[in-house]
């Protein structure tokens, strides 16, 4: 079942981020607090936090979640400007993306405004359904608030952002029904959009030449992703086991955020690599699965949108770890350090959740399953031992007057 399947799944993945959260951070968290734990515990912190909100939005009922479609996007960009503010936007890596909350506590908006622009866009082409034939419908009003939110983040600095709203609004179109010459030319914008972008950016462009040959701008641009290739390097088959990574001891900028995927690669190898690729096209095809069997178009829209969201946030990550992308610092969905990016993803898997229990037949088999969880195994085994009693004194009853017979005889 679809339902058991998502749950699954992110639970792996969540219980993985938290160990590898643990192995990758134990040095940093040393040198910064003087404790191996700390960065840890944070993560911690929000898993716990996350999960009862995650359950919460499993039982949200689907009508109530598109009432605050609208403003959910209005409050995510309006918090993403909020960072514009002097004083309340904080600066990290170069990225102008963070809001101060004070206390030390500090948030991403833009993190929000991925999941804001998933519901939105599911609502306003469940609206426009039976209009979705005619262009103006097809791109009014999403490709100028999808273009606002993108250019606001691009604003911050931030273009690994960027480019997953850009792949969300993508994937929306696509799941529409939108033409496939469409994605040609929006991809190429794109493309010579971030471009320019880099062109006119000393920090972007030395990213860009690191990309191109990162050991040729080993000391610069290049450093970050040259000791992602030695983690994979030296993870070889099966890794050099959990705990071991070598490039954690500070050699691997943000080892335990965007870079976490090298150090699964360095610690479990390129077994575990897979494993954790596995995992997400797994999730992705129980959410595809979902979207298919559902009746209600705003909760088809949302559970596609939601795919296309982490598979290719994923796959990003992945990508950038592997040289196939530029650093664009991406985190790894479930699995890298950062409450603003897990809390909007746990929403965005109890709204999975909340719709998969909308499939046929599902409703039944989770009071099944809730009724054995309940009456446990021995109730369970009792269920299927009266029906054989019965069958045993029926078999009992038509045996007994053939054996007195021949013996009378």
């Given at each position: 079942m679809s339902y058991h399947l998502v749950l699954g799944v992110s639970a792996v993945l969540l219980a993985l981020g938290l160990l590898m959260v643990l192995s990758s951070s134990s040095v940093l968290s040393l040198r910064l607090h003087d404790s191996s734990y700390a960065i840890f515990v944070r993560q911690v912190v929000w898993v716990v936090l996350g999960v009862p909100v995650a359950?919460?939005?499993?039982?949200?009922?689907?009508?109530?979640?598109?009432?605050?479609?609208?403003?959910?996007l209005l409050v995510s960009l309006a918090l993403v400007l909020a960072t514009y503010l002097p004083g309340v936007g904080v600066e990290v890596n170069g990225n102008r993306n963070w809001l101060s909350l004070g206390g030390g506590l500090q948030v991403q908006p833009s993190e929000l405004a991925?999941?804001?622009?998933?519901?939105?866009?599911?609502?306003?082409?469940a609206r426009k359904a039976k209009l979705l034939a005619y262009w103006r419908h097809l791109f009014v009003p999403v490709l100028p608030v999808s273009v606002l939110v993108i250019a606001a983040v691009i604003g911050q600095g931030d273009l690994g952002t960027a480019l997953v709203l850009f792949a969300i609004?993508?994937?929306?179109l696509w799941v529409v029904g939108a033409p496939a010459r469409l994605f040609l030319g929006a991809s190429l914008?794109?493309?010579?959009?971030?471009?320019?972008?880099?062109a006119t950016d000393e920090e972007r462009k030395a990213r860009l030449t690191g990309f191109v040959d990162p050991l040729a701008d080993f000391g610069d641009g290049g450093w970050q992703a040259s000791h992602g290739f030695f983690a994979l390097a030296t993870g070889g088959w099966w890794g050099s086991g959990i705990g071991a990574s070598s490039q954690k001891w500070g050699a691997l900028p943000e080892a335990h955020t965007d870079y976490i995927f090298a150090i699964i690669g360095e610690e479990f190898g390129l077994f575990g690599t897979l494993v954790v690729l596995g995992l997400f096209v797994t999730l992705a095809y129980a959410g595809i699965r979902i979207a298919a069997r559902t009746s209600d178009i705003f909760a088809r829209n949302v559970a596609a949108g939601v795919v296309v969201w982490l598979l290719g946030q994923a796959v990003i990550n992945m990508g950038m770890v592997l040289g196939l992308l530029p650093v664009i610092g991406i985190p790894l969905p479930l699995i890298s350090y950062g409450g603003s990016s897990l809390l909007p993803t746990l929403v965005a898997l109890g709204l999975l959740l909340a719709i998969a229990r909308t499939e046929p037949g599902a409703a039944e088999a989770l009071r099944l399953s809730r009724a054995l969880g309940r009456r446990g195994l021995f109730a369970a085994l009792g269920s299927v031992a009266g029906p054989l009693r019965a069958t045993a004194a029926v078999s009992s009853s038509t045996t007994t007057p053939r054996s007195t017979t021949e013996n009378s005889g």
């Open positions: 359950w919460v939005a499993s039982r949200l009922p689907l009508r109530l979640v598109r009432l605050l479609a609208w403003p959910a991925k999941l804001a622009l998933v519901l939105w866009c599911a609502d306003v082409y609004a993508l994937g929306m914008v794109a493309g010579v959009t971030a471009f320019a972008l880099a």
